[in-house]
């Protein structure tokens, strides 16, 4: 049988799934954590704990500001010790919650067995609202509100659940892990949201090289109808939501376009098994699995994780940060951002982190272009990256514009495969943010 | 407490860089080279080192002393060299060699700024530059001794001796049938050219590997090729003792060295798959005109000059696909 995948470009970039097959474990408590209130994109959170309050796991420690915002749980029981400004991962000073950890108690209803709950009861109001209380959002990384992507403009229909389970990015295992053992989980978040959806088929979309989860899931669907699993291509970027949906239904998004254009909903399989958790349990999003990896690590590990753990404490548990390790990234190698400061906390989208070490991560100094073209080959979205650097380096925002720059999904194809190390995508992104600006300006005159 | 880098992502280079692609190539050149030393010994060495040594020394003192800055890949020099030496006749004196790689990289590459602004390919400008400089010391063709012992090639290229038997009526079949010059025979090392023009097959073999190492993509060989085999069928059904036909064109003269090492160099050459097609067939078309109607024998390296200057517009107007509309 032939392998689905996206039509245009991509990369194939060493797959160092160094801890696929390590089993997830749970991480230890934590003794202090701080939450952030903006771990989804849109508005922060407002904090409705004060300094001294006692909190328990599940506890609503943030309400959404405005419509694209969410809400935010405590992750553990304990005291709040501080409701202040501190540096999260990438070093922006954003407002946590400080809990000292006292014990592990639930707040009230919270199922905490591990029982596979099955009947989904509710209507699809009921179901979503849960969602929405469980603070759940994008868990593959770019962390949008879960609520609002399933409840698409009334103009428009969804046909299809996407469940995004490509993992493309090398190293990271978490979702794999997942998918091998929680598959009926994963079903059933899916099953949930379809039922939100009003969509009679899901798709769930894994990656060749993850056999295991592939299998898993086909059993924990056999007993339903309207759920497919498909064995797709390795390719990166598949996980991409654009190059998801090309590869599953051969649909487009249109440029500036919404997935929902296409009448698909795509979501990560991390969400789907936090959307069986609130709903079937009454848990909210209060931890993820998370990939601990890298060749300097002597064992990569799969951890079960408390949003708002300190990177420190979790590098100290696989044994310290290395010695030779100069670079610790929060996601995968390819769009995963470098950590500033070890003193930040683990977020909803956190779902690696990844030591590199000085020879892995080595920016070698630019070489002249060579007009070898593989970054426009490389280019999933069918962008001339050679051309927007150039433009770019000259401030040239019509031709950037003209050139279609913000059709760029910044997977970094590109510069991964520029054999001049040219940083084409540092220059694209910052254009694209000019570019974008100007848009913006012209659309409110 | 650690120092940590902080980077934007992706967080790896690639690689494969300028200087894998260079080498890459030069080590499919290595059959090619090898089968022309074989063939036409120490004056087939003599060229490619004076080439070579030419092509380094100027890139180096214009890189040092005049624009103040690092060689950005000496790789890339060494390739001209070598595929300047192998558009040379065996027998051509080290001056031609010396000249040549002097007009390849002071002229046309580093007049335009050096590594990846030329608009020439900097070895065919060469061979061009000494072909219409020394017309005589450039289409002498008597072969010097070889390695192997083998008094191979004297007197003239199948393709001037082709153009020369026509000019005095004889039919193209005839002329091919008497002088041994069938283009099978390029296929093993038999018919006489340029240094580099020695072996189709070696050629080919270069082909294969940098096709499997992903340097290069088929799409201008192919186009190149597939363009000359259509239009040399049609003249040669049309009138087969005044044309010749497609095996002997494919094979003979600098057509594969040209389609496969010289037209697929990435700077001079377009970006799109539209825009290597639209000069893949520039070049074919071009290279059948000449060898049929111009006045030069062989066509190759003109119809290369000439689609070189239409890649800028060729990659400004051929846009890739985008993902939607």
Same mark, same amino acid.
């Given at each position: 049988?032939?392998?689905?995948?996206?039509?245009?470009?991509?990369?194939?970039? #060493?797959?160092?799934?160094l801890?696929?097959?390590? #089993?997830?474990?749970t991480?230890?408590?934590?003794?202090?954590?701080?939450?952030?209130?903006?771990?989804?994109?849109?508005?922060?959170a407002?904090?409705v $704990?004060?300094? @001294?309050?006692?909190?328990?796991?599940?506890?609503?420690? *943030?309400?959404p500001t405005?419509?694209?915002?969410?809400?935010?749980?405590s992750?553990?029981?304990?005291?709040?010790?501080? $409701?202040?400004p501190? #540096?999260?991962? !990438?070093?922006?000073?954003?407002?946590?919650?400080?809990?000292d950890?006292?014990?592990?108690?639930?707040a009230?209803?919270?199922?905490?067995?591990?029982?596979?709950?099955?009947?989904?009861k509710?209507?699809?109001?009921?179901?979503l609202?849960?969602?929405?209380?469980?603070g759940?959002? *994008?868990?593959?990384?770019?962390?949008?509100?879960t609520?609002?992507?399933?409840?698409p403009?009334?103009?428009k229909? &969804?046909?299809?659940l996407?469940?995004?389970?490509?993992?493309c990015?090398?190293y990271?295992? !978490?979702?794999d892990?997942?998918?091998?053992?929680?598959?009926h989980?994963?079903?059933?978040?899916?099953?949930?949201?379809?039922?939100?959806? @009003?969509v009679?088929?899901?798709?769930?979309?894994v990656?060749?090289?993850?056999?295991? &989860?592939?299998?898993?899931?086909?059993?924990?669907?056999?007993?339903?109808?309207?759920i497919?699993?498909i064995?797709m291509?390795?390719?990166?970027p598949?996980?991409?939501?654009?190059?998801l =949906?090309d590869?599953?239904?051969?649909?487009r998004?249109?440029s @500036?376009?919404?997935? =929902?254009?296409?009448?698909?909903?795509?979501?990560?399989?991390?969400t789907?098994?936090?959307?069986?958790? !609130?709903?079937q349990?009454?848990?909210?999003?209060?931890?993820?699995?998370?990939?601990?990896?890298?060749?300097c690590?002597?064992q990569?590990?799969?951890?079960?994780?408390?949003?708002?753990?300190?990177i420190?404490?979790?590098?100290a &548990?696989?044994?310290?940060?290395?010695?030779?390790?100069?670079k610790?990234?929060?996601? @995968?190698?390819?769009?995963?951002?470098?950590?500033?400061?070890?003193?930040?906390t683990?977020?909803?989208?956190?779902?690696?982190?990844?030591?590199?070490?000085?020879?892995?991560?080595?920016?070698?100094?630019?070489?002249?272009?060579?007009?070898c *073209?593989k970054?426009?080959?490389?280019?999933?979205?069918?962008?001339?990256?050679?051309?927007?650097?150039?433009?770019?380096?000259?401030?040239?925002?019509?031709a950037?514009?003209?050139?279609?720059?913000?059709d760029?999904i910044?997977? *970094?194809?590109?510069q991964?495969?520029c054999? #001049?190390?040219?940083?084409?995508?540092?220059?694209v992104?910052?254009?694209?943010?000019?570019?974008?600006?100007i =848009?913006?300006?012209?659309?409110q005159? | 407490m650690?120092?940590?880098?902080?980077?934007?992502?992706?967080? /790896?280079?690639?690689?494969?860089?300028?200087r894998?692609l260079?080498n %890459? +190539?030069l080590?499919?050149l290595?059959?090619?080279?090898?089968?022309s030393l074989?063939?036409?010994?120490?004056?087939?060495?003599m060229?490619?080192?004076?080439?070579?040594?030419?092509?380094l020394?100027?890139?180096f003192?214009?890189?040092?002393?005049l624009?103040?800055?690092?060689?950005?890949?000496?790789?890339?020099?060494?390739?001209?060299g +070598?595929?300047?030496?192998?558009?040379?006749?065996?027998?051509?004196?080290?001056?031609?060699a /010396?000249i040549?790689?002097?007009?390849?990289?002071?002229?046309?590459?580093?007049?335009?700024?050096?590594?990846?602004?030329?608009?020439?390919?900097?070895?065919?400008f060469?061979r061009?530059?000494?072909?219409?400089?020394?017309?005589v010391?450039?289409?002498?063709?008597?072969?010097?001794?070889?390695?192997?012992? +083998? %008094?191979a090639?004297?007197?003239?290229t199948?393709?001037?001796?082709?153009?020369?038997g026509l000019r005095?009526?004889?039919?193209?079949s005839?002329?091919?049938?008497?002088?041994?010059?069938?283009?099978?025979?390029?296929l /093993?090392?038999?018919?006489?050219?340029?240094?580099?023009?020695?072996?189709?097959?070696?050629?080919?073999?270069?082909f294969?590997?940098l096709?499997?190492?992903?340097?290069?993509?088929?799409?201008?060989p192919?186009?190149?090729?597939?363009?000359?085999?259509?239009?040399?069928?049609?003249?040669?059904?049309?009138?087969? %003792?005044?044309?010749?036909?497609?095996?002997?064109?494919?094979l003979?003269g600098?057509l594969?060295?040209?389609?496969?090492f010289?037209?697929? %160099?990435?700077?001079?050459?377009?970006?799109?798959t +539209?825009?290597?097609?639209?000069?893949?067939?520039?070049i074919?078309?071009?290279t059948?005109?000449?060898?049929y /109607?111009?006045?030069y024998?062989?066509g190759?390296?003109?119809a290369i000059?000439i689609?070189?200057?239409?890649?800028?517009?060729?990659?400004?107007?051929?846009?890739p696909?985008r993902?939607a509309?």
């Open positions: 049988m032939k392998l689905k995948t996206f039509k245009m470009g991509g990369v194939h970039p #060493a797959e160092n799934k801890s696929r097959d390590v #089993a997830i474990e991480f230890p408590l934590p003794k202090k954590v701080a939450i952030s209130m903006a771990q989804h994109l849109g508005a922060p407002t904090p $704990v004060q300094k @001294g309050d006692t909190v328990k796991v599940g506890q609503v420690i *943030g309400a405005g419509f694209v915002s969410g809400f935010v749980h992750s553990v029981s304990g005291t709040v010790t501080a $409701v202040e501190r #540096a999260d991962i !990438a070093g922006n000073m954003v407002m946590h919650v400080c809990i950890v006292e014990g592990d108690e639930y009230e209803g919270i199922n905490t067995t591990d029982r596979v709950e099955r009947d989904i509710g209507t699809a109001e009921q179901l609202e849960k969602i929405k209380a469980a759940i959002v *994008g868990m593959g990384g770019a962390t949008f509100p609520h609002i992507k399933l409840c403009p009334k103009d229909k &969804a046909e299809y996407i469940i995004n389970g490509a993992e990015e090398p990271v295992t !978490a979702d892990r997942l998918m091998r053992e929680h598959p989980e994963v079903v059933l978040g899916a099953r949930i949201m379809a039922k939100v959806l @009003g009679e088929s899901i798709v769930i979309a990656e060749e090289n993850k056999p295991e &989860a592939y299998d898993a899931l086909c059993d924990a669907s056999l007993r339903y109808v309207g497919e699993v064995q291509k390795k390719k990166y598949q996980g991409g939501e654009k190059q =949906i590869a599953v239904t051969g649909r998004v249109p @500036g376009g919404l997935p =929902i254009d296409t009448g698909c909903v795509v979501q990560n399989v991390a789907s098994y936090a959307v069986y958790q !609130a709903v349990k009454n848990r909210p999003l209060t931890e993820r699995i998370m990939t601990v990896t890298g060749q690590l002597e990569p590990r799969n951890f079960r994780v408390r949003i708002g753990t300190p420190s404490e979790i590098l &548990a696989v044994g310290g940060l290395p010695e030779d390790a100069v610790v990234v929060s996601g @995968g190698p390819m769009m995963g951002k470098a950590v500033a400061n070890l003193e930040a683990t977020q909803k989208g956190s779902s690696c982190l990844l030591l590199l070490t000085a020879a892995q991560t080595a920016r070698t100094p630019e070489s002249v272009c060579i007009s *073209g970054c426009s080959q490389a280019c999933p979205m069918g962008l001339e990256p050679w051309r927007l650097n150039r433009l770019g380096r000259a401030g040239n925002t019509d950037l514009e003209e050139n279609k720059i913000y760029c910044e997977c *970094g194809c590109c991964s495969t054999p #001049a190390h040219i940083p084409l995508l540092d220059i992104r910052s254009s694209k943010a000019d570019v974008m600006k =848009i913006r300006a012209r659309a005159k | 650690a120092t940590l880098t902080v980077s934007p992502a992706p967080h /790896f280079q690639s690689p494969v860089t300028t894998h260079m %890459d +190539v080590i499919a290595s059959p090619a080279v090898l089968v074989l063939f036409y010994g120490w004056n087939a060495l060229l490619l080192a004076v080439s070579v040594a030419t092509c020394l100027c890139e003192l214009i890189e040092r002393y624009r103040h800055r690092e060689v950005p890949s000496y790789s890339a020099t060494i390739l001209t +070598v595929l300047l030496a192998l558009n040379l006749p065996p027998a051509a004196s080290w001056w031609i /010396f040549g790689g002097i007009a390849a990289i002071a002229i046309a590459k580093m007049c335009f700024g050096g590594l990846g602004q030329n608009i020439f390919n900097p070895a065919i060469g061009v530059f000494l072909l219409v400089s020394f017309p010391a450039m289409t002498t063709w008597a072969a010097p001794a070889g390695w192997l012992g +083998v %008094d090639f004297s007197g003239a199948p393709l001037a001796a082709v153009s020369e005095q009526g004889i039919p193209a005839q002329i091919i049938a008497e002088g041994g010059l069938s283009g099978w025979k390029a /093993f090392a038999m018919a006489g050219g340029s240094v580099g023009e020695i072996s189709a097959l070696a050629l080919i073999a270069g294969v590997y096709l499997v190492r992903r340097v290069i993509r088929p799409t201008i192919l186009t190149i090729l597939g363009t000359v085999a259509l239009l040399t069928t049609i003249f040669w059904l049309i009138n087969p %003792d005044k044309f010749t036909g497609p095996v002997f064109n494919l003979s600098g594969l060295l040209g389609a496969i010289m037209a697929t %160099d990435y700077v001079t050459s377009p970006m799109t +539209v825009g290597m097609i639209i000069y893949g067939v520039i074919g078309v071009m059948v005109l000449i060898r /109607f111009g006045a024998p062989e190759v390296s003109f000059l689609a070189n200057m239409t890649v800028p517009l060729l990659n400004k107007y051929c846009k696909k993902f509309a």
